[in-house]
Every structure is written in C-alpha cells, then in structure tokens.
C-alpha cells in the first residue's frame, strides 16, 4: 500500500455553515453539489461531506463528538501560525489553544472548526516547509 | 491560508497495535520515540499518538467513538483496492464495507484500522491517480 492519504472527508451537520468556514479560509472550491465540496490540497483531496452518510458509508457508529483524529497545518513562521488563528477565527473557528511556544520547540496554536474539527497550525524548525507548502521529515 | 493539510495525527489507546497495524501495510517509520511515529506521506506527513494526549493538545473532549473524519486512499484500479483491503484485513484491520462498485461510478471499500479509524480504499474514475500516487480532481 503506497504511505499516502489522498482523501481527508470530514462530516459537517450545516452544509452553508461548511462551506463558508473553508472559502473563509480563502479556499477555492474544486467541484461541489448540494452536499459534498472537494478542494485539492496540494497532492491530495480535502472533502466535507454530511456527517449522517458519511458514518453511513463508512461502516462506522457516530460518537456525535471529536473521534480522535486532529489535522495540521504548518507554516515556516511564527506570525504566519498567528495570521491564520486569526483568519480561522473571523471564518467562524474557535480558538482551542492561542499560539505559543510548544515543549518540542515549535510554535502553534490550535482552531476547532464550525463543526468541531480541531486543526493545529504550526511552525516546527525539525522540519522543512517547502515553497509549494508541501512538507518533510527532517 | 495554503490550500492544504499538511499533517494529520490519529489517536491510539495502544501504541504497538498503531505502530504495527500501519507497518504492517508496508509503511516506513520516518520518526518514531516510544509515544508517537511520523510516516513521511507524499507530501505530507501521517502521525499516530496517544489518543488522550492528541485530546488535551487538541483542547478538546474525546467522545470515545468515530468523530466524523474518515481518510481516503485512491489507486488506480479494482485489483489494488481489493488488494489493499486485503492486506489491511491481514495487518489487523476489519473490514466495515467489502470492496463493491459505488452509485458515484466507481468501485470501493473500507477498512477501519483496529484504533477505530475508517480507510476508504478506491477507483474513481472522476480522479486522476499520478504515477507518484497523488491525487488530482478533474
């Protein structure tokens, strides 16, 4: 199996309150329908998706909460990690945790999305933010 | 805000189960201590830590269950996703929906890893999967 996700889906209960959330962001949609908005992100697909077929499709019991799974976003600065709190914030995110500095000696904070999907945004030096946004290990 | 998720981190209960379940579809550790194991991902990077630390991190409350995010993995053809299903099942995994043509046209099925965290595994003939193995909408 090639070490690659090509597809996050998350489920949202408020199809509008979505949509606006990531375009706030300043993301351009890639394709939609009434229900679903596919946005490429860099070598991959970032789904939103109803939340009810969403559990349906996967095969999965709906918990109604956070499930254990946290994504990430990182950038190369300190300010950039804050502009984008801020920007998420005037989408309509909370803020988790304001930025700071974190024990393995980075910077980050953390936004909880209109539908309660938490998103770190960080700047950490152990590893390389490429031009293109892309990022490794190293 | 850079259109992209640059890390995604999925929570354990047990940490040799993760390590081994994901090592066990062929995965290479890029960066592991006795708590958390970075995979290099495309252009990305695939994490698995402690789940009740990812929540306290996250500042978030954990609802013990699916919490509406599902990952995706797109190849090229249906033998590769019945392929990769099996080899999920054999590392540990079960599967939720066996690999089955979808109303969308193309063919897919999922496995949920033993953390509890759902894999659709698919063909979609709408996307294109690139030799590298990224993903494009078009």
Redesign the interface.
């Known amino acids: 199996?090639?070490?690659?996700?090509?597809?996050?889906?998350?489920?949202?209960r408020d199809f509008e309150r979505a949509r606006d959330f990531y375009t706030g962001?300043?993301?351009?949609i890639?394709?939609t329908d009434d229900d679903v908005i596919?946005?490429?992100?860099?070598?991959?697909?970032?789904a939103v998706w109803d939340?009810a077929k969403?559990?349906e499709?996967?095969?999965?019991?709906?918990?109604?909460?956070?499930?254990?799974?946290?994504?990430?976003?990182?950038?190369r600065t300190v300010k950039e990690v804050d502009d984008?709190l801020e920007?998420?914030t005037a989408a309509g995110a909370t803020i988790?945790?304001a930025g700071d500095r974190r024990p393995w000696g980075g910077y980050s904070g953390?936004f909880?999305d209109p539908?309660?999907?938490?998103w770190?945004v960080?700047q950490n030096p152990a590893?390389t933010?490429?031009d293109?946004?892309?990022?490794?290990?190293d």
Chains 1, 2 share one sequence.
């Not at 199996?1 to 949202?12: A, E, F, H, P, S």
């Not at 490429?40 to 970032?46: L, N, P, R, T």
């Open positions: 199996m090639n070490q690659r996700v090509t597809l996050i889906t998350l489920g949202y962001l300043g993301w351009k890639g394709w596919f946005f490429q992100a860099g070598d991959m697909i970032f939340r969403l559990a499709d996967s095969g999965v019991q709906d918990s109604g909460g956070w499930g254990g799974v946290t994504l990430g976003h990182n950038v984008i920007r998420a988790a945790r953390i909880v539908e309660g999907h938490p770190e960080a590893w933010v490429h293109d946004g892309s990022v490794s290990l």
